[in-house]
């Protein structure tokens, strides 16, 4: 039988841990939120009956965690519930550990219920039932998943399971990606040069760098970060001015995917990385 065990880590490193038996802080039964995500539907209604479905969004999620306080006197209570409330008290990190070693976080702000009320022994436990949003609803993988892209000398670019072929100086691939997760991953991409008109592709979708050089000490680092898509190189410049047309930011689908990866006069000093953790809907 896998168990999972819910840590609440803030911004401020304050962590705690909410435990299944009645010590210290425990998460009691109920609570919710752990399903799938609220959505929003948009649809077209015309002057025929009915509507059409024109889009859905998924939105924000709602955490509620019942937490009860346990100690030998008010002040052990007080203290449990000071050590909770002082780490949830700006955006923090919600953590769910399973005992096989995976685990999964979620990004959280507090909402509400933590002001508490006293419990049936106001002595030795205090109720405090939290409800938390979620502007990110899914969850993401501590452990994720990669693959490096490197030249072998005198051989074509050789990344790990996949194929590469090489036309004139420029080294062009495929690399196939599984992603395990229920939705999207995005991908954290570090390229080291030299090279030339890197380009990362997806379904014929992507992104270049048509006109930028990278010469041996160049590292360029794409990620996704509160809330958007950041390209830089080793000492923090923007490069999105260096950007092809119509640039995306590719995002591993569900399943199995085919990356393409090309870039002129690469070395054997050359690398590529992808690093994509899982992300979950659902979780228990």
Not at 242 to 252: N, S
């Amino acid at each position: 039988m896998i168990d999972a065990t819910i840590r609440l880590v803030g911004a401020n490193g304050q962590s705690v841990t909410l435990r299944d038996t009645a010590s210290e802080l425990m998460r009691q039964p109920g609570g919710g939120g752990w399903g799938m995500v609220p959505v929003v539907n948009s649809w077209f209604e015309g002057a025929g009956d009915g509507a059409v479905l024109r889009g859905t969004r998924r939105v924000q999620r709602e955490l509620v965690i019942p937490i009860k306080a346990f100690g030998m006197g008010r002040q052990a209570v007080e203290t449990q519930l000071r050590r909770l409330t002082n780490a949830i008290r700006e955006p923090f990190r919600v953590f769910m550990d399973y005992d096989d070693g995976r685990s999964y976080w979620i990004e959280a702000v507090y909402e509400a219920g933590a002001a508490g009320q006293y419990g049936s022994n106001p002595n030795r436990i205090a109720d405090m039932p939290i409800v938390l949003k979620c502007g990110d609803p899914y969850w993401t993988s501590v452990q994720a998943q990669s693959f490096t892209v490197r030249p072998a000398l005198g051989e074509p670019f050789l990344p790990e399971l996949a194929e590469l072929h090489v036309s004139s100086s420029v080294a062009q691939g495929q690399v196939t990606v599984v992603n395990v997760g229920d939705v999207a991953s995005r991908p954290a991409w570090t390229i080291k040069g030299p090279g030339t008109g890197l380009e990362l592709t997806l379904n014929g979708r992507g992104i270049s760098l048509p006109d930028y050089t990278l010469d041996t000490t160049t590292v360029v680092s794409i990620r996704f970060e509160d809330g958007g898509w950041l390209i830089e190189d080793e000492a923090g410049e923007n490069l999105y001015t260096f950007l092809g047309p119509a640039p995306w930011f590719p995002e591993f689908p569900p399943g199995t995917s085919i990356v393409d990866v090309a870039l002129a006069d690469a070395t054997a000093d050359t690398s590529i990385q992808a690093v994509y953790p899982e992300r979950r809907e659902v979780m228990y």
